[in-house]
């Protein structure tokens, strides 16, 4: 399979504690995105980090990016209920671009 | 500005059916991807348009087809429907070939039941 893998498949946590999503990817890449959906409805893009960054911030999330040990990781700070959804890492590659390789996903559940 | 738009949101086909299933982008975007969505496989690409021409498909039979208009709305197409074919349908629009800028933006999808 091209999907990369993220970890934890679910994370429980409460309301005002961070959350820390893994993702591990196979390919050379020209970026990595993360996207938010709740319930089976469409995702959300959230934030896009390129191959020569290594950390980028939005909001409450921070997003950390390391090409050599090809992965990724999602911080969500000050968790809110809102927050509750499933969360997909997805690259671009930097040969054949033009598509998304999601990731497996991340379960996440706050609780209030 | 309106988001993407699919139409329908759920759908129900018999087998051996065939189904179309329409996207349209936002406003002043030329890309149009198309992705399925099941429990078992994930998220999986399934074609890219960008001003009207394939530019990348995915790994599925020749049973999935799509096309764009000059307006840069999409159809996609299953024809000989199988249970297997049951899944979340989604569309996703993008500025460039690719989302290598801004990403993508994704339609709330279409639900297609196999029966």
Known sequence: SQQGEEDPQALSIQEGENATMNCSYKTSINNLQWYRQNSGRGLVHLILIRSNEREKHSGRLRVTLDTSKKSSSLLITASRAADTASYFCATVERSGFQKLVFGTGTRLLVSP | ?115
């Not at chain 2, 065939?18 to 994930?42: A, D, E, F, N």
């Not at chain 2, 990348?56 to 297997?84: A, C, D, H, I, Y």
Request: glycine share 12%.
């Open chain 2, 1 to 115: 500005k309106a988001g993407v738009t699919q139409t329908p949101r759920y759908l129900i086909k018999t087998r051996g059916q065939q189904v179309t299933l329409s996207c349209s982008p936002i406003s002043g975007h030329r890309s149009v991807s198309w992705y399925q969505q099941t429990p078992g496989q994930g998220l999986q690409f399934l074609f890219e348009y960008f001003s009207e021409t394939q530019r990348n498909k995915g790994n599925f039979p020749g049973r999935f087809s799509g096309r764009q208009f000059s307006n840069s709305r999409s159809e996609m197409n299953v024809s000989t429907l199988e249970l297997g074919d049951s899944a979340l349908y989604l569309c996703a629009s993008s500025f460039d070939s690719g989302g290598l800028y801004y990403g993508y933006t994704f339609g709330s999808g279409t639900r297609l039941t196999v029966v």
